[in-house]
Structure formats: C-alpha cells, structure tokens
C-alpha cells in the first residue's frame, strides 16, 4: 500500500469511497461525501493534508484535514480529521491507522500544533488523543459540565493548551442541509 496526497483527479472516486465507507452505518444513508465536497470549497480545507491509501492502482483509503475555529475565527495551528474513509472491503486492516499515524507527522512537520476530534475513545487513544476537556478545551454547542469523551485532544506540541484552552467548533462545512 502506498500513502500520497490527494489530487483534484482523485475528488470523485474519494467521494464515492467515503460514500460507501459510511453509508447505513450511523443512520439511513450518510452525509460525509457531501460534508467532504463541501470542505474542499472552502477556506478550512487543509488541501496539503489530504491523503488518500492507493493499493494496486486503486484508492482504497482516504483523510481529510480542515481548520478548527477557535472563539469563533479560524486557527491557523489546530486541526480536526475527518472523515477517514476505508473502502467497506479493506476496513479492520490497519488502514485508518496508517493514514493517521502518517498524517500526524505531516501535521507536524507542517508546524501545527494541535488536532481535535470526534470519534471513539477507545479506537483513538491509541493515537494519543485524550478528553478534551482534560485540557479544558471545549465544543460549541455543549455544555461544559456534560460527558463528551468524543472529543478529543492530542498536542503536537506539548503544553499548547495551557494557553489556548477555551471554546472550539468545526467548519460550517460539516453542517449538511436535509434540502
């Protein structure tokens, strides 16, 4: 398997893949190609994060990168993931696991320093992401006092945190219309 950045030829077939890879799995359909179109048109899209897993000339893998907001603007430091899409065929073989392991690196020779999420703990962990709330980092829209182990937090560089704790929300672009 070879991991390379993602290219505008590649836009389709990607969000086919992340069409099925998602599709009747959380609820009726899904809406992650839509919410990937919609990312790659917009200022959030991080395009030099973009990464799709190719094996015997076919895509079989993909992650997306985008800028988080922070109190409201745009960070230039803090990212999220997602989606991470494995073709229905090749999940459970440790695809996912190396586009992210690979991407976070990238992330950090880009000099980012820090990536939030939403996801399992209990699959990412592994990676080193924690409560956010550990950090007192915070998503838009919860109340700090409830139980959102689902987002999560990894420094790239330690202690970030420690002076960038606060409130923090996704692109507009992972807010699909039903229209």
């Not at 990937?36 to 893998?61: D, P, T």
């Not at 800028?67 to 229905?88: A, D, T």
Request: glycine share 6%; aromatic share 16%.
């Amino acid at each position: 398997m070879k991991i390379r950045l993602e290219t505008a030829y590649d836009y389709r077939i990607v969000e086919e893949l992340t069409r099925d890879a998602f599709w009747d799995v959380y609820q009726p359909g899904c809406t992650e190609h839509l919410i990937l179109r919609q990312l790659r048109k917009s200022l959030a899209f991080i395009k030099e994060l973009s990464y799709v897993a190719v094996e015997n000339q076919q895509i079989i893998g993909h992650i997306a990168y985008s800028r988080m907001k922070f109190e409201g603007s745009f960070s230039k430091e803090v990212l999220c993931f997602g989606p991470l899409s494995i073709h229905p065929d090749h999940q459970n073989k440790g695809i996912g696991t190396q586009l992210i392991t690979y991407t976070l690196e990238k992330a950090r020779e880009l000099q980012y320093q820090a990536v939030l999420i939403t996801g399992s703990p209990d699959y990412y962990y592994r990676f080193g992401f924690e409560s956010a709330s550990n950090y007192d980092v915070f998503l838009e829209g919860l109340s700090t006092e409830e139980d959102a182990s689902f987002f999560m937090a990894k420094e790239i560089v330690p202690d970030y945190f420690s002076t960038h704790s606060g409130i923090y929300s996704f692109a507009t672009e992972f807010s699909v219309s039903s229209e």
